[in-house]
């Protein structure tokens, strides 16, 4: 249940949410800490307001802190080029994922502990792809870890096994 207050909050900064000017809501809020801007962003998708619709990337611990017991799919929309750190780490829900081929970079530790995923899918170049896996630094999971897997790329119709 949305407060009256957050709904007064929501009502009164329009213009800043469609704006996706995250900064100026955050200093209002005085939201700070990741955790608090998921459940930020939590509440304004129970008002039905889909904080993606404006935004070119993903902030850490998004869809940790709103998605992590409700999907094992995510489809990420075509307009995100990044994917910033942490973005889905500690999501043990989720087993695949869509990512756009506007997609630039992926920040570290994106996906770190994302012990269910098995599948990313992606219709872009996917040695860029790769790349971006590669660059960034422990994007599925602890480097020393013994236990790895392997993620599945699902690519204009072929899949390239990955070691993570």
Not at 33 to 50: P, R
Not at 103 to 116: D, V
Not at 118 to 144: C, R
């Amino acid at each position: 249940m949305i407060s009256a207050n957050l709904k007064k909050f929501i009502e009164e900064n329009k213009e800043a949410i469609d704006n996706s000017d995250w900064g100026r809501l955050s200093d209002k809020l005085n939201v700070t800490s990741y955790a608090l801007k998921a459940e930020f962003f939590k509440m304004l998708l129970e008002v039905g307001i889909n904080p993606l619709d404006n935004m070119y990337s993903i902030p850490p611990f998004f869809y940790t802190g709103i998605l992590s017991l409700s999907m094992d799919k995510v489809y990420i929309p075509e307009h995100i080029t990044i994917i910033e750190e942490k973005a889905f780490m500690y999501n043990v829900n989720i087993k695949e994922i869509h990512l756009p081929s506007t997609l630039k970079s992926i920040g570290n530790y994106a996906f770190y502990k994302c012990g269910a995923l098995n599948d990313l899918y992606y219709d872009g170049d996917v040695d860029e792809l790769l790349k971006m896996l590669t660059f960034a630094k422990n994007v599925f999971w602890d480097e020393h870890k013994l236990d790895q897997k392997y993620v599945q790329v699902h690519s204009k119709g072929k899949i390239y096994p990955i070691f993570i």
